[in-house]
């Protein structure tokens, strides 16, 4: 079989995927068409035939990340019932989420706002971070949530810990997505949620805590 017969026929998706396998490998700014090129087995003008260039390979992939984000605040689970169910079923579903989008993930958790595309990718990301923040709040008033914890904190924490899955999480390991995720559930409402033996400690008060910047 010669190299022309062994190329992969690809289409803007496909395209999409590779880019986003090398630019989590070398980050965006280091990658460069040539590099997507050739992880892709094509010539780099058959993928100007596709996409206008890195940029939109970029932007592309970060829509599908935050659109993938968004989609679980529209969950059932998460629009209806008791504020601390649906905070917990949106901390598991961002969770799978991330593992299911682990490339797109990768290039979303790494951007600094460097590009135009990257600040719009980073204003959706905080507008969702601070529906989360509204369910902890929420949770907090019915007495499901420590008062004494400051909410976007804790929502910096619970999805630090889910960005923290792109820098070791491998498909190939021992342990599954559905685990993983069930671990990092187990291991944010420990400390968030209030025990039997505190009991309701009512709504939150002033806190302590310097608010982070967002």
């Not at 780099?44 to 935050?66: C, M, N, P, S, W």
């Not at 135009?116 to 601070?130: G, K, L, S, V």
């Not at 559930?185 to 939150?204: D, E, I, K, Y």
Request: aromatic share 4%; proline share 5%.
């Amino acid at each position: 079989m010669n190299e022309r017969a062994a190329r992969r026929p690809y289409d803007l998706d496909g395209l999409t995927d590779v880019a986003l396998r090398v630019f989590a490998d070398r980050g965006f700014d280091g990658a460069t068409m040539d590099d997507v090129a050739a992880a892709a087995g094509i010539t780099k003008a058959a993928i100007y035939h596709h996409v206008a260039g890195k940029e939109a390979l970029l932007a592309r992939g970060l829509d599908r990340a935050l659109d993938a984000l968004a989609l679980t605040l529209d969950e059932p689970a998460v629009r209806e019932g008791r504020a601390v169910d649906r905070l917990r079923h949106l901390v598991r579903r961002v969770a799978e989420t991330a593992l299911d989008v682990l490339p797109e993930l990768t290039v979303l958790v790494r951007v600094r706002g460097n590009s135009a595309t990257e600040r719009q990718a980073i204003a959706r990301r905080r507008a969702f971070d601070r529906a989360a923040t509204a369910l902890v709040q929420e949770a907090q008033h019915d007495g499901d949530v420590a008062p004494d914890i400051d909410p976007s904190l804790a929502v910096r924490l619970i999805f630090g810990m889910c960005n923290s899955l792109v820098e070791w999480y491998r498909p190939a390991g021992r342990l599954t997505a559905a685990e993983v995720a069930a671990a990092l559930v187990r291991q944010t409402f420990s400390g968030l949620t209030v025990s039997p033996a505190q009991g309701c400690a009512g709504p939150p008060t002033n806190h302590s805590v310097r608010r982070p910047r967002t």
